[in-house]
């Protein structure tokens, strides 16, 4: 089961990284939850796969399509997985360039639950802000 939660997780990296919303959308359960900490415009709980799916596309259009993840290494248990990730993106004339956190629960070959953690939640903030 890990190396299922394993390549789930790895596929939806492949899919954000090539922008093909409609595969990580395959990917996600119907009843997926987000949560993404800080003050900022973008942070608080989503709930559903409309409202996942609107996070991302939030941050997509706030960056002008600049955002990008790069995951630097990811593993997995029978019900977890943990991406290592870079987050980049640019707006407004500044850059974000931070590793983050990514916890998530995977569930019968879909993806249930994330917990974003960024590695500077005050810089998080204001660059969304």
Same mark, same amino acid.
């Given at each position: ?8 997780? %790895? %596929?939806? *990296? ?7 919303? @409609? ?11 987000? !949560?993404? #900490?800080?003050?900022? #415009?973008?942070? =608080?709980?989503?709930? =559903?796969?409309?409202? /996942? ?11 002008? =399509?600049?955002? %990008?993840?790069? #995951? !630097?290494? /990811? ?9 290592? /990730?870079?987050?980049?993106?640019? %707006? ?10 990514? /916890? &998530?629960?995977?569930?019968? @070959? ?6 974003? *953690? #960024? @590695?500077?939640? *005050?810089? &998080? ?5």
């Amino acid at each position: 089961m890990a190396d299922t939660n394993l390549e789930v997780v %790895r %596929r939806a *990296y492949d899919a954000l990284a090539a922008g093909d919303f @409609g595969a990580l959308m395959a990917l996600l359960s119907d009843d997926v939850k987000a !949560h993404v #900490p800080g003050r900022s #415009p973008v942070a =608080g709980d989503y709930d =559903g796969k409309e409202a /996942v799916g609107g996070y991302v596309a939030t941050l997509a259009a706030l960056s002008g =399509g600049t955002l %990008r993840f790069e #995951p !630097h290494d /990811v593993t997995a248990s029978e019900a977890h997985a943990v991406g290592l /990730v870079r987050d980049l993106a640019e %707006r407004d004339g500044r850059a974000l360039a931070m590793n983050n956190v990514h /916890v &998530w629960h995977v569930d019968s @070959g879909l993806l249930r639950e994330i917990w974003i *953690y #960024p @590695g500077d939640v *005050y810089a &998080w903030d204001e660059f969304w802000s």
